[in-house]
């Protein structure tokens, strides 16, 4: 099975940027589709962006649109997550995660999950 550990969280102030990585190892992600989930203190885990296997199709939630940016690079097994004009909303605990066996949106259809890395942004 495939194994992620994202990286890239830390604390920064609100209008920020950070990029998050998704290391794989002992299966190539160039297999699978991939997304990152986000879960704030209190919520549920929700969902964030979705990329198919070879690139052609991403897809974001509403709440980051036009400031986040999923990407892949299949050649160093690496998904990342650019995070541009960060809000205090956006602090939670982001999760990468991989094979989703039907929609991209749901957590319970993903089959790999990373730990987690936490992220915070101050007002």
């Known amino acids: 099975q495939v194994q992620l550990v994202e990286s890239g969280g830390g604390l920064v102030q609100a209008g920020g940027s950070l990029r998050l990585s998704c290391a794989a190892s002992?299966?190539?992600?160039?297999?699978?589709?991939m997304g990152w989930f986000r879960q704030a203190p209190g919520k549920e885990r929700e969902f964030v962006a979705a990329?198919?296997?070879?690139?052609?199709?991403?897809y974001y939630a509403d709440s980051v649109k036009g400031r986040f940016t999923i990407s892949r690079d299949n050649a160093k097994n690496t998904v990342y997550l650019q995070m541009n004009s960060l809000k205090p909303e956006d602090t939670a605990v982001y999760y990468c995660a991989a094979n989703p066996r039907g929609t991209w949106l749901q957590d319970a259809e993903y089959e790999y999950w990373g730990q987690g890395t936490q992220v915070t942004v101050s007002s």
């Open positions: 990329m198919a296997l070879n690139s052609d199709r991403t």
């Open positions: 002992r299966r190539t992600i160039s297999r699978y589709d």
